[in-house]
């Protein structure tokens, strides 16, 4: 082989082999990812606050009690009605609504009785249970936490105004073994309530 074409021949492999190093050596940098730290993030919490439920006020029925034998004239009396309001009836046709306090004391054998102002349509609504002392403790723990007390019924008393114009006011009083629990759309504050809780107590020998 002529000297010259061997020199041609050798550049030519050289050259070849060159390319391949620089076609391998980029094939190699577009294989390698570029590696970025990026740590995903959660997405933030929303702590939700449970409401705290608000305290009952209701009782557990009491199903246990003394009778009361004494009728409505007795509990109170037409004087002391009429005292009152000389407007208001007796209603011969009362019976309490479920879940009422009269209902609830009619089921421990007490009396509930109703006096409506022929008039202006108002109801007063009284009735008186004779209870064992654990029921009575209950009882006015129950109203200590969740009525106000009066001290001018001359015994241990409650009152809970109404909420709103025409609603009952509900005035509560214990004496002895007795509990007594007046409602009325006219009580609109304790002392509007005095004269019933007298008469009730009263009627009951207390």
Do not use: H
């Not at 407007?87 to 011969?92: A, P, R």
């Amino acid at each position: 082989m002529p000297t010259y074409a061997s020199r041609v021949f050798v550049s030519l492999a050289l050259a070849a082999v060159v390319a391949t190093g620089v076609t391998a050596c980029a094939a190699e940098t577009e294989a390698t990812p570029s590696q970025t730290s990026s740590t995903p993030t959660a997405p933030p919490t929303t702590a939700t606050a449970t409401p705290t439920p608000e305290p009952t006020k209701t009782q557990a029925p009491i199903t246990v009690g003394s009778p009361v034998t004494i009728d409505c004239n007795t509990l109170i009396t037409p004087d002391a009605i009429y005292a009152f309001n000389p407007n208001y009836g007796l209603s011969e046709s009362y019976t309490p609504a479920a879940g009422t306090e009269a209902a609830t004391i009619v089921a421990a054998k007490g009396l509930a009785c109703q006096w409506v102002n022929q008039t202006s349509g108002e109801l007063v609504q009284v009735a008186v249970a004779n209870l064992p002392s654990d029921k009575l403790t209950a009882l006015k723990n129950n109203f200590v936490m969740n009525s106000n007390s009066v001290p001018t019924y001359g015994v241990e008393g409650y009152f809970t105004a109404p909420v709103a114009l025409g609603e009952m006011g509900v005035a509560e009083a214990f004496s002895g073994a007795f509990w007594i629990s007046a409602s009325s759309n006219a009580f609109d504050e304790p002392g509007t309530a005095q004269p019933i809780i007298e008469a009730a107590l009263a009627g009951i020998g207390q």
